[in-house]
């Protein structure tokens, strides 16, 4: 039997391996790019960029930015602004960078007036001639000026709302800067507020959302959602409309509302990340949701943007590239900056690529394991037929909607760090020295 058992091993040992046939990559080749991370998306984009038609609605000029332009409601759709940005003048707003706080905040605007904050949290207004009108800060006494950063604005009702990363809601005189009241939110408040018919909606701590009422601020109702360690400062606001509100949590998850009662309508999860991306565990919802009749567009930092059906919640397309600033749907199509710093078109039908254009990556090209930080870009928002983008590299661009190709561009001292808005056919936008810059 041993003598047996041996020949049966000396045989096996005799047959040859058999070699498959074709090119041999390494493992790492395979499944990673020159960026650093697997391409998924590349099975559902042809590679081609398309120059497709658009319909834009119409330029109109607008008095008024009082919130972010997810909710229809508020929603300036085109606005109207010159074909070639020049500056007009900058205007100190407070503090800006520091290590340990940076400006976070978008801008808002109404009566002639621009509301920023700062890095410090103090809050300007800044008139249309760049004279600055009043200041408050809504950091408490008892706290310092770097312990915490961050916030959002929005205008409505005659109140100008506050959010700060002391964990406040506070409202705001918006001619003098009197504070009328404030509410602790019991955790951060860095997400940005969305006003509508006497309430004001926002998420605290990227998991609970609350309902307050902008007279007084008293509590309407509160809803939990699942808490995630892994946020980014400055959450999406919160999406409106007559019937709902749609809120997002740091876990990735939307929740849907009815609007006055809080009795919750549905929720869903922006689920999927783009396997091989240190980044994409990052599960926030940053491409702020955007309604668009029944449809609402949102996006994550993990890849992964979505079409959902306003009423029901239901999924009606995913595309692999995730949204770091908000979105923008317009003419049948959608606008927004990926998780590769790419500026794409989307078909709002299917969710699939026409074009992208790329945009400033990492700000040091040294070994690919070596990189310390990449550009951000705020925006786009359609505006004077073109989509605008903000870019801390220290440039605001203008590109073709239709083709994706670059149609001007203009310095910004400082690099921006918010999304431009529009008023009265000026421009906008705060930038990292703590400024206020106009353009024309």
């Known amino acids: 039997m041993a003598g047996l058992a041996g020949l049966v091993l000396l045989g096996a040992c005799g047959e040859r391996e058999v070699v498959l046939p074709g090119e041999r990559l390494g493992v790492r080749e395979v499944l990673q790019s020159e960026e650093g991370f697997i391409d998924q998306s590349e099975a559902l984009n042809d590679g081609v960029n398309r120059a497709e038609a658009i319909s834009l609605p119409a330029m109109s000029t607008n008095g008024s930015w009082p919130q972010a332009a997810g909710s229809p409601l508020f929603r300036v759709d085109h606005a109207r602004l010159s074909s070639s940005l020049t500056p007009v003048w900058s205007a100190n707003i407070g503090q800006g960078d520091k290590r340990r706080v940076r400006i976070s905040t978008d801008p808002v605007g109404d009566a002639g007036r621009i509301f920023t904050m700062d890095s410090a949290s103090t809050v300007t207004a800044t008139g249309t001639d760049g004279t600055t009108l009043w200041q408050a800060s809504v950091a408490p006494a008892r706290d310092g000026v770097g312990d915490a950063g961050g916030g959002g604005l929005a205008v409505g009702g005659g109140r100008l709302f506050v959010t700060s990363g002391f964990g406040t809601l506070t409202a705001l005189d918006p001619a003098t800067g009197a504070e009328i009241w404030q509410q602790k939110l019991e955790a951060t408040g860095t997400g940005t507020p969305s006003y509508h018919d006497g309430i004001v909606y926002v998420v605290s701590g990227d998991s609970t959302a609350w309902a307050l009422e902008a007279d007084t601020g008293r509590i309407r109702w509160q809803l939990d959602g699942f808490a995630d360690i892994t946020n980014v400062s400055g959450g999406p606001a919160p999406v409106v409309s007559d019937k709902q ?15 006055e009662g ?44 979505m079409a959902l059906n306003a009423d029901s919640g239901e999924r009606l397309w995913t595309a692999r590239d995730g949204a770091l600033d908000g979105l923008w749907a317009t003419g049948g199509s959608v ?39 990449i ?63 106009a353009f024309r």
Not at 245 to 259: I, K, P
Not at 266 to 283: E, M
Not at 392 to 408: H, K, M, W, Y
């Open 245 to 259: 509100v749609v809120f997002s949590f740091g876990s990735n998850e939307l929740q849907s509302t009815f609007r």
């Open 262 to 305: 809080g009795i919750r309508l549905w929720s869903t999860s922006l689920a999927g990340q783009r396997q091989g991306s240190v980044a994409a565990t990052v599960s926030d919802v940053t491409g702020d949701p955007m309604q668009v009749g029944n449809v609402i567009y949102a996006g994550t930092h993990s890849g992964r943007t």
């Open 335 to 373: 606008f927004f900056v990926s998780d590769r710093n790419e500026l794409l078109r989307l078909d709002a039908s299917d969710g699939s690529r026409i074009w992208s254009t790329p945009l400033p990556g990492y700000t040091r090209e040294n070994r690919p394991r070596k990189r310390k930080a």
């Open 375 to 437: 550009h951000a870009h705020y925006g786009p928002i359609l505006a004077g037929g073109r989509l605008i983008v903000a870019s801390s590299d220290g440039q605001i661009r203008s590109f073709d909607p239709v083709s994706g190709a670059l149609a001007g561009s203009v310095a910004i001292p400082g690099g921006a760090k918010s999304r431009p808005i529009v008023m009265g056919g000026v421009l906008y936008v705060v930038s990292g020295n703590g400024q206020l810059h």
